[in-house]
């Protein structure tokens, strides 16, 4: 059975930082790209980074430019997200998922998904 489960989540102050995690199980995703996604209440689903099966390139939308990273290790068939800076608007349930999409931000063409992990940054 595959799975992804995120996990990491938690309450921060704006300005802190969290690190999310996802491991992956049920079979190798070392040729997938591996994404996360957020949704706030009351809006879509909207992507937020994604990293090549080879971790040579990585993709992030604006508003996270210079205060996230993601991150693999395949050996451990995981995915991390890094974030620093965290604002009120970055309060989200944060989802991974893997796939082969042809654009990184489309989210219907990633194949599986974690339960996703609450972020919530106070001001």
């Known amino acids: 059975q595959v799975q992804l489960v995120g996990s990491g989540g938690g309450l921060v102050q704006t300005g802190g930082s969290l690190r999310l995690s996802c491991a992956a199980s049920?079979?190798?995703?070392?040729?997938?790209?591996m994404g996360w996604f957020r949704q706030a209440p009351g809006k879509e689903r909207e992507f937020v980074a994604a990293?090549?099966?080879?971790?040579?390139?990585?993709y992030y939308t604006d508003s996270v430019k210079g205060r996230f990273t993601i991150s693999r290790d395949n050996a451990e068939n995981t995915v991390y997200l890094q974030m620093n800076s965290l604002k009120p608007d970055d309060t989200a349930v944060y989802y991974c998922?893997?796939?082969?999409?042809?654009?990184?931000?489309?989210?219907?063409?990633?194949?599986?998904w974690g339960q996703g992990t609450q972020v919530t940054v106070s001001s």
């Open positions: 049920g079979r190798t995703f070392s040729r997938d790209v």
């Open positions: 998922a893997a796939g082969q999409p042809t654009r990184w931000d489309y989210a219907y063409e990633y194949n599986y």
């Open positions: 990293i090549s099966w080879s971790r040579d390139r990585a």
